[in-house]
């Protein structure tokens, strides 16, 4: 596994402990953290103190919010991650889970960017990596590798890493 994605992987678990400082050194202090523009806060937030006051806005909604990646494919210094969210309304109690893509842009070890998009196929195009093209082969359960056939040259080959 790569180090970006063991990073993202290290990222995600500590939001799921509510460890929001270790999250925070995984992100760039100039990160700019672009949320689509169909989900509830959606726009673009810059810096560390505009997303913890997201994270903060979002706590007050949904409450615990927990993201539990799947699938993971990575491109230069992009990852591209897809996970199941689930949280419950703070007010109403309903259970919510949805399942998303997150672009990662990761330069000397810190996310610079980040982009959430509700359709994978969209995450994948936004990465360079149309999702037409790519159908997923299993090269074996151990260490949830994966390998990728591009479908129009059947010579080209990647590597994800699964879940």
């Keep these: 596994m790569s180090d970006n994605v063991e990073r993202l992987r290290r990222g995600y678990e500590a939001f799921n402990r509510g460890d929001l400082e270790a999250v925070f050194e995984l992100l760039a202090p100039e990160i700019e953290w672009v949320t689509d523009e169909r989900v509830p806060f959606a726009g673009t937030y810059r810096g560390h103190d505009e997303i913890r006051a997201l994270l903060r806005d979002q706590q007050e909604v949904f409450g615990q919010l927990t993201m ?6 990575e491109t230069g210094d992009q990852v591209v991650a897809f996970l199941r969210q689930r949280a419950r309304g703070q007010a109403s109690g309903a259970a919510v889970e949805i399942t ?15 982009q959430g998009f509700p359709q994978r196929e969209k995450a994948l195009e936004a990465a360079g990596l149309p999702a037409r093209r790519w159908r997923a082969w299993w090269s074996g359960r151990s260490r949830g590798r994966c ?17």
């Excluded at 539990?68 to 494919?73: A, I, Q």
């Excluded at 998303?100 to 980040?114: D, K, Y």
């Excluded at 591009?150 to 879940?163: I, V």
Aim: hydrophobic fraction near 40%; glycine fraction near 6%.
């Design 147 to 163: 390998v990728l056939y591009h479908r129009q040259t059947s010579a080209t080959l990647r590597l994800r890493f699964c879940a």
């Design 68 to 73: 539990e990646p799947y699938e993971f494919f």
């Design 100 to 114: 998303v893509g997150h672009l990662w842009t990761i330069r000397n070890g810190r996310a610079v960017r980040w």
